[in-house]
């Protein structure tokens, strides 16, 4: 069973522009979601997380949380070549006494 | 300088031998834990500790083993009973260990990449 799902991507964009990266989660328990960045053979590093409903807006980060639709997304404003990297959703359930659940992540690739 | 740090970088192993790969986080992070990556793949949990003299299995624990006798470090064995033991491991904590904190997170390690040869 997946509980975090990703489309795998690659996900091109021109450079400028707006990316959408967009994750999906099953369990209704889930309170907490975190956007990490990964670039090729290095570790993941956290961008932002939202507990929220909403938008929640860091630089030119904004991450989308709808919890009716378990729908989280990110989107990345005026994308630099530098952002072309992998992106991890997760997810955590407060108290559940489990770590965060991780998708699969999707490729984004910023074309210069 | 605070972090979590992770050894070796590179790591080879000839086939039937074990090894350990070390974590060690001067955060003062309650919990701790250990994913596999594999090319093109998530992370998936080897195993994990909340506290000290504690830990659990995760998703992929069969041919792993671990030890928490200190808050700081969380060193991971892989054995030979590891069928498929090439892969990227990293390690993460976060400060809470109960996960009661909506906010708390997991920061990683730069990662061991292990080669069996």
């Known amino acids: 069973q997946k509980e975090v799902e990703q489309n795998s991507g690659p996900l091109s964009v021109p450079e400028g522009a707006i990316a959408s990266l967009n994750c999906t989660y099953s369990d209704r328990g889930s309170q907490s979601f975190f956007w990490y960045r990964q670039y090729s053979g290095k570790s993941p590093e956290l961008i932002m997380f939202i507990y929220s409903n909403g938008d929640k807006e860091d630089g030119r980060f904004t991450a989308q949380l709808n919890k009716a639709s378990q729908y989280v997304s990110l989107l990345i404003r005026d994308s630099q070549p530098s952002d072309s990297a992998t992106y991890l959703c997760?997810?955590?359930?407060?108290?559940?006494?489990?770590?965060?659940?991780f998708g699969k992540g999707t490729r984004l690739s910023v074309i210069a | 300088d605070g972090g979590i740090t992770q050894s070796p970088k590179y790591l080879f192993r000839k086939e039937g031998q074990n090894v350990t790969l070390s974590c060690e986080q001067n955060l003062n992070h309650d919990a701790m834990y250990w994913y596999r990556q594999d090319p093109g793949q998530g992370l998936r949990l080897i195993y994990y500790?909340?506290?000290?003299?504690?830990?659990q299995k995760g998703d992929i624990a069969e041919g792993y083993s671990v030890s928490r006798e200190k808050k700081e470090s969380f060193p991971l064995t892989v054995t030979s009973a590891q069928k498929n033991p090439t892969a990227f491991y990293l390690c993460a904590s976060s400060i809470d260990g109960t996960w009661t904190s909506s906010t708390d997170t997991q920061y990683f390690g730069p990662g061991t990449r292990l080669t069996v040869l």
């Open positions: 500790s909340q506290i000290v003299n504690d830990f």
């Open positions: 997760a997810v955590k359930r407060i108290g559940g006494n489990t770590p965060l659940v």
